[in-house]
């Protein structure tokens, strides 16, 4: 089982439709990353968080250290939306641990 | 600002030849890193950096080499090729390490080893 998993692997959506991806892990961790990969290939950092909650636009991204689990919520999606998110969590000094990614779609 | 820039962005060798992936990045951040993306799996990490003059091991160390001599540049070396390294490469970098910092990417470099 990976330290890591993302639910769903692929979602596929309405433009406009408010977006849950979920990220569980089963190691201690100090923080955890999300991160967007493009369609071409990039990759952007979208959030850092290590408690509560951080808003960036239409996205917002929760961590429940406690209970091992982070949400990214993409609101009001839109086409341009349409990547795969990645959850990695920060495991000992230097080490991200990545999850599988979900691939979303999010059509007009 | 460039920020992380790979090269090349794609390639192809033959098994046992050897190839040299660049990353160079203009933040002036110490660390640097090393990771590759097989199909369905989550990025695993390959080498990293803390600072010039000092690399250590990743998860996925075997039939890899790096470096660094500057800041700025982080090589990374495949010096005799087998088709289980075919994958997409990606470097990164950030300022004070994955704890405290967002990391930045390159655009990664897709190698295929036939």
């Known amino acids: 089982k990976n330290e890591v998993e993302q639910s769903p692997q692929n979602l596929t959506a309405q433009e406009g439709e408010f977006i849950t991806i979920n990220c569980s892990y089963s190691?201690?961790?100090?923080?955890l990353h999300w991160l967007q990969q493009h369609p071409g290939g990039g990759i952007v950092s979208l959030f850092m968080l290590s408690s509560g909650k951080k808003k960036h636009g239409r996205l917002i991204a929760t961590i429940n250290i406690q209970e091992k689990h982070s949400s990214l919520h993409i609101t009001a999606s839109h086409p341009r939306d349409s990547a795969v998110y990645i959850c990695a969590v920060i495991k000992g000094a230097q080490k991200l641990v990545f999850g599988q990614g979900t691939r979303l779609t999010i059509n007009p | 600002n460039a920020g992380v820039t790979q090269t090349p962005k794609f390639r192809i060798l033959k098994i046992g030849q050897s190839m040299t992936l660049q990353c160079a990045q203009d933040?002036?951040?110490?660390?640097m890193y090393w990771y590759r993306q097989d199909p369905g799996m989550g990025l695993k990490l390959i080498y990293y950096s803390v600072g010039a003059g000092i690399t250590d091991k990743g998860e996925v160390p075997n039939g890899y080499n790096v470096s660094r001599s500057t800041t700025e540049d982080f090589p990374l070396r495949l010096e005799l090729a087998a088709p289980s390294q075919t994958s997409v490469y990606f470097c990164a970098s950030n300022r004070q390490g994955v704890v405290n910092t967002e990391a930045f990417f390159g655009q990664g470099t897709r190698l295929t080893v036939v």
């Open positions: 933040m002036n951040h110490n660390y």
């Open positions: 190691v201690g961790i100090s923080a």
